[in-house]
């Protein structure tokens, strides 16, 4: 069974300059979760989707969005790129609603320079 | 909303060893606690995972123990073994049996970052 995949692995971009992020989830998983992992620091919850809508969003600023396609993939999109939002941004999908026992893709290292 | 402290930040142990990692939590309506493993260049990996309604998990050479009333729950690792080097998170989520736009969403602590020796 194929893992939760992220593309592109890594992703440079310059300040102002809008970044796309996209996520496989498992097939058969229907929650797509995401979150930001700053250097140093824990994983912070960005957006969850479910069922094609966004079910909680974190504190994030209004530039951070996304959406999750009929056939469960999503894309988190950051528009107005800061330095501060170099990170590395992990997708993780789960089967139960809950959100228990996620499992994570290897993530998308974003560098915004 | 919740917060999740862990401690220790970094923890060196002889091969062997046990390793202990702390984890507390704020909000007394979380009931589901899972730890990740993250190591260099992948995606935190499940190991474990422990609901509100247990007081301690055992999978091989881990362990999870939750104390509900200190709202604290702990990872333990016995006969530590180099393969275990990595980052490890702990996490806190109101999901199980829970309703609401909270639930799914985990709040993670800052990591432990996990030197075995041989």
């Known amino acids: 069974e194929a893992g939760v995949t992220q593309s592109p692995t890594h992703l440079i971009k310059t300040r102002g300059q809008q970044a796309t992020l996209r996520c496989s989830p498992i097939?058969?998983?229907?929650?797509v979760y995401w979150y930001q992992q700053a250097l140093g620091l824990g994983l912070q919850f960005l957006l969850w989707?479910?069922?094609?809508?966004?079910?909680n969003r974190g504190n994030f600023p209004p530039r951070f969005s996304g959406r999750q396609f009929p056939n469960y993939s999503s894309e988190l999109n950051v528009n107005a790129l800061e330095l501060e939002d170099s990170a590395l941004y992990l997708c993780?999908?789960?089967?139960?609603?809950?959100?228990?026992?996620?499992?994570f893709g290897s993530g998308t290292r974003l560098t915004v320079v | 909303g919740e917060n999740v402290e862990q401690h220790p930040s970094t923890l060196s142990v002889q091969e062997g060893d046990s390793a202990v990692i702390k984890c507390t939590y704020s909000?007394?309506?979380?009931?589901?606690f899972p730890w990740y493993k993250q190591e260099l260049g992948k995606g935190p990996q499940l190991i474990i995972d422990?609901?509100?309604?247990?007081g301690e998990k055992k999978d091989q050479r881990i362990a999870v123990t939750l104390n509900k009333t200190a709202k604290h729950f702990s990872l333990h690792i016995t006969e530590t073994q180099p393969e275990d080097s990595a980052v490890y998170f702990c996490?806190?989520?109101?999901?199980f049996g829970a309703g609401g736009t909270s639930y799914g969403k985990l709040t993670f602590g800052q990591g432990t970052i996990l030197t075995v020796h041989p």
């Open positions: 993780a999908s789960s089967l139960d609603l809950r959100g228990l026992g996620y499992t």
């Open positions: 097939s058969g998983h229907t929650s």
């Open positions: 989707y479910d069922e094609g809508e966004e079910r």
């Open positions: 909000d007394s309506a979380s009931n589901y």
């Open positions: 422990i609901r509100s309604n247990v």
């Open positions: 996490a806190a989520s109101k999901g």
